[in-house]
């Protein structure tokens, strides 16, 4: 059995080669469908904010005994808050989120709340926020994120010099962003504002490993016009296999302490800011790494692909491959015609072009 640093050697090299590249189409299409199920689960039964960003009351009550929800539930019935959201905090917690109280109904409510659980009344700590600030925060996190979206557009289109790498880098944070929501509905975890600092913080990271496999697509295909061993595509699926190892490692090591803190903050704790933040962060490095290297790559290949110069190499490599001459372009001649033929695996070829050309040495 190979060990993992061989088969990272190997992967590196092109002697292991996975056509990540040539089952594009299987890859966009899993992608597209996934974001097409998170728009449905974003609608219905869409997500689940906190009072943060709708505004209303929330009471906590400390101290409680083991059977701890009910009490609470019979509470609210009573006060005609049928609506109202009761959670565990902890395993001596209760969180009781309800709509926006008057100051006289909410001191009713500590009070009954206090009398139910058979605690102090300084045991139970009553919140209002306003509708204005919730929606003042929904607002303020929503422009956060079009600013970020805009600033990478920018930033990638200046960095790789060219609006297709910038169109797929953008394409798999949409993706991240909307299957990380996904999550949120389906699970019906509060999105507060820890839920936004998580999401703008896997988006930087998601960012990060897509502008580390495109600096290698960039340094392999600068100037893969002037050899006719390998299509661009052949190309970026090397650049792909080459740094997947290192997204590999870089995930593992990222995502084992979020997921500690996730089962920590869910199983101990009963919720709250720290799960809020670590769920965010966990679903949204597994999909931003596994975005960059099946949807950004792809997607980055389908659209230049479209491009008539890369079409015209495409079929130069492939009348090379069949055994057509291919005329040199910049010598002013066409390229060899179309040969119908099947793109040979990353790996079989690659590393002839790259190859550096040897001076045979003088005899003495």
Same mark, same amino acid.
């Given at each position: 059995m190979k060990s993992f640093a061989t088969w990272g050697n190997e992967l590196y090299s092109g002697k292991?080669?996975?056509?990540?590249?040539?089952?594009?189409?299987?890859?966009?299409?899993?992608?597209l469908v996934l974001i097409v199920l998170s728009l449905i689960t974003l609608?219905?039964? @869409?997500?689940?904010?906190?009072?943060?960003?709708?505004?209303?009351?929330? *009471?906590?009550?400390? !101290? =409680?005994?083991?059977?701890?929800?009910?009490?609470?539930?019979?509470?609210?019935?009573?006060?005609? +808050?049928?609506?109202?959201?009761?959670?565990?905090?902890?395993?001596?917690? &209760?969180?009781?989120?309800?709509?926006?109280?008057?100051?006289?109904? +909410?001191r009713s409510v500590r009070a009954e709340l206090a009398k139910a659980y058979n605690v102090d009344e300084s045991k139970v700590t009553a919140t209002t926020i306003g509708p204005s600030w919730g929606a003042d925060v929904t607002k303020k996190a929503a422009q956060s994120l079009v600013i970020f979206l805009v600033l990478v557009a920018i930033v990638m289109a200046l960095y790789f010099r060219t609006w297709t790498m910038a169109f797929a880098a953008l394409f798999a944070l949409l993706h991240d962003i909307l299957l990380t929501g996904g999550v949120f509905a389906l699970t019906q975890v509060e999105v507060s504002p820890a839920t936004v600092i998580g999401l703008l913080t896997i988006l930087g990271y998601s960012l990060y490993d897509t502008v580390v496999v495109f600096d290698k697509v960039r340094e392999l295909t600068q100037d893969f016009k002037s050899q006719h061993f390998n299509t661009y595509g052949e190309l970026v699926n090397l650049a792909v296999n080459q740094t997947l190892v290192r997204s590999i490692n870089t995930s593992v090591v990222a995502v084992l302490p979020v997921g500690a803190i996730l089962v920590i903050?869910?199983? &101990?704790?009963?919720? #709250?800011?720290?799960?809020?933040?670590?769920?965010?962060? *966990?679903?949204?490095? &597994?999909? #931003?790494?596994? %975005? %960059?290297?099946?949807?950004? !790559?792809?997607?980055?290949?389908?659209?230049?692909?479209?491009?008539?110069?890369?079409?015209?190499?495409? +079929?130069?490599?492939? /009348?090379?491959?069949? @055994?057509?001459?291919?005329?040199?372009?910049?010598?002013?001649?066409?390229?060899? +015609?179309? =040969?119908? /033929?099947?793109? &040979?695996?990353?790996?079989?070829h690659l590393g002839q072009a790259a190859q550096p050309k040897r001076t045979p040495r003088s005899k003495r």
């Open positions: 292991t080669s996975y056509d990540i590249i040539g089952r594009r189409k299987l890859w966009i299409s899993i992608g609608v219905f039964p @869409g997500l689940n904010p906190s009072v943060d960003f709708k505004g209303g009351s929330e *009471f906590t009550i400390s !101290s =409680v005994p083991a059977d701890k929800l009910e009490p609470a539930k019979k509470v609210l019935e009573d006060a005609g +808050q049928k609506d109202a959201n009761v959670r565990d905090l902890g395993s001596t917690g &209760v969180r009781v989120q309800t709509k926006s109280l008057p100051t006289k109904a +909410q903050s869910t199983v &101990v704790l009963g919720g #709250g800011t720290l799960r809020d933040i670590s769920l965010a962060l *966990f679903c949204g490095m &597994v999909v #931003g790494t596994a %975005s %960059s290297i099946l949807i950004a !790559s792809p997607v980055l290949v389908a659209v230049r692909g479209r491009e008539a110069s890369v079409k015209k190499h495409t +079929q130069a490599v492939y /009348a090379k491959r069949a @055994g057509k001459s291919v005329v040199d372009e910049d010598e002013g001649s066409s390229a060899a +015609q179309h =040969v119908s /033929a099947t793109p &040979v695996k990353a790996g079989r």
